[in-house]
């Protein structure tokens, strides 16, 4: 029987950082995957592909119909889909290798199988027929999670997939029907609406982007159809029905009418759930919630001694840098280290074009609590160097205590979002105040310039707009 310090369950973004660290701090680390690479969704069939295809689609919407601004006249654009498809995959081949190389250098042992709690200090692990026990002292459940059935939509894996068969389409589809406008299905949607295909969105909300700021829902829903994406709100989707190569989809509007919408591809995206099928909780009494997520304490602890939980499989949202940070506090935690986790200062980002990115809490957030805020606003149309990028189009906005003018939250939607939001993820960790960004210089011309003026946007002295 092999003896480990701690063994992570799952090898994605939270469960390989965690066991990466676990072995920086001397402990003797195994990390479990039941499939054939590590790197879990995000590395295999999220985060990582995905993005690989809204690049490449975005240079083909950009060679297709942006290059004439700029003075560059371009020919017949041809798509090569099979190739866009290969580089795609050939990224997430040399990055869930890294994963397996990162294990080697930092000692840790990568085990593949399924694995299955048998004791608190046991775990039984599956591998093509044969079955190996590893005995650890602590062990991290880090199993991530996987879409989410809609009732009445029985996904086929051909005319109706989840997201990973979405990232996989061996044609650009004609129609393709998107239920759910969330972060999956307006990337995904993006992406195939670029290389031409027809793209409707359907959503059971009133808003897309669920509980994001609802100006910037509001924003972002009036570029995405002025880019040709169609949206149907309150639309409760209740049946599918696959014939040949059409998929009908019926629908109820809020007062309970129904519709029909028919395309030749459908994609499901109406979340995620935790993926502990067959894991042996119930055995070990680790308690869950109504939606099956693990519970845990502020320190990552089960209901169980010894048995850890991080990433997708608790409460939270599931985002991949959320579980990395998660992973390292767990760990730093039982060396006794003093990790912390502020989870005002995760952010948020939608990989669309423009980018959306958010951090801290919204306009609407703050209302609801009784907080007294200001806010300060600056729009990219009156920024040299998103002129000179031809990406004019969004805001920075800034959320700041009305007494203290500590930030509280902060918006971005345009180009970049992703990589502006880091410097006010900051803020908030260290409880900046708007005027510390305000009097921070910023290179110019830059993008990083309108966060500096929607800081001083906050007390009303922006010099540029």
Same mark, same amino acid.
């Given at each position: ?176 029907? =998107?239920? +759910?406008?969330?972060? *999956? #299905? ?6 195939? !609406?670029?290389?031409? /295909? ?105 209901? =169980?001694? +010894?048995?850890?939980? *991080? #990433? ?6 599931? !985002?991949?840098?959320? /579980? ?142």
């Amino acid at each position: 029987m092999s003896k480990f310090d701690l063994v992570v369950i799952g090898s994605g973004p939270g469960g390989y950082i965690a066991a990466i660290r676990a072995a920086q701090l001397g402990m003797k680390v195994a990390c479990i995957e039941r499939y054939s690479t590590f790197g879990g969704t995000c590395l295999n069939v999220g985060c990582i592909p995905s993005k690989a295809m809204l690049v490449s689609s975005e240079r083909f919407e950009e060679v297709s119909h942006a290059m004439a601004v700029h003075g560059i006249e371009v020919g017949e654009v041809k798509l090569n889909l099979e190739q866009m498809l290969g580089r795609k995959s050939k990224i997430v081949d040399e990055l869930t290798k890294g994963v397996a190389f990162l294990f080697g250098k930092n000692k840790v042992e990568g085990i593949q199988g399924h694995a299955t709690l048998v004791s608190p200090t046991e775990i039984s692990v599956l591998h093509e027929g044969q079955t190996q026990t590893i005995n650890a002292d602590k062990i991290i459940i880090a199993t991530g999670s996987k879409p989410s059935p809609l009732r009445g939509v029985e996904m086929d894996k051909d005319r109706i997939v989840d997201s990973t068969g979405a990232l996989s389409f061996s044609e650009v589809p004609k129609h393709l029907i =998107v239920v +759910g406008a969330g972060v *999956i #299905g307006l990337e995904l949607g993006s992406v195939w !609406l670029r290389l031409g /295909a027809k793209v409707t969105v359907l959503e059971y909300g009133s808003k897309i982007l669920g509980a994001t700021d609802n100006e910037i829902s509001k924003t972002a829903q009036r570029i995405f159809k002025k880019q040709g994406m169609q949206f149907i709100l309150n639309a409760r989707v209740n049946g599918a029905n696959v014939k040949g190569d059409t998929v009908t989809l019926t629908y109820l509007d809020k007062d309970d009418v129904e519709y029909k919408v028919e395309g030749d591809r459908v994609l499901v995206a109406t979340g995620r759930r935790p993926y502990t099928h067959n894991l042996g909780l119930e055995k070990v009494g680790v308690k869950t919630n109504e939606r099956g997520m693990i519970l845990v304490d502020e320190h990552y602890k089960t209901n =169980v001694a +010894g048995i850890y939980a *991080i #990433g997708d499989v608790i409460p939270g949202p599931m !985002l991949a840098h959320k /579980a990395e940070e998660e992973g390292v506090v767990c760990v730093e935690r039982m060396q006794n280290i003093a990790g912390h986790m502020n989870y005002d200062a995760v952010p948020g980002i939608v990989y669309t074009f423009p980018e959306i990115a958010s951090v801290g809490k919204s306009e609407e957030e703050l209302k609801a609590a009784g907080i007294k805020f200001k806010k300060g606003k600056f729009p990219y149309a009156a920024n040299g160097r998103a002129k000179a990028l031809n990406a004019t189009e969004g805001f920075v906005k800034i959320l700041a205590d009305a007494t203290t003018d500590r930030i509280l939250g902060a918006h971005i939607i345009g180009a970049q979002a992703g990589d502006l939001i880091a410097e006010l993820a900051v803020a908030i960790e260290f409880g900046s105040a708007s005027e510390d960004i305000a009097r921070s210089s910023h290179g110019h011309p830059t993008l990083a310039e309108m966060v500096k003026e929607a800081a001083l946007a906050v007390e009303k002295r922006s010099l540029n707009s």
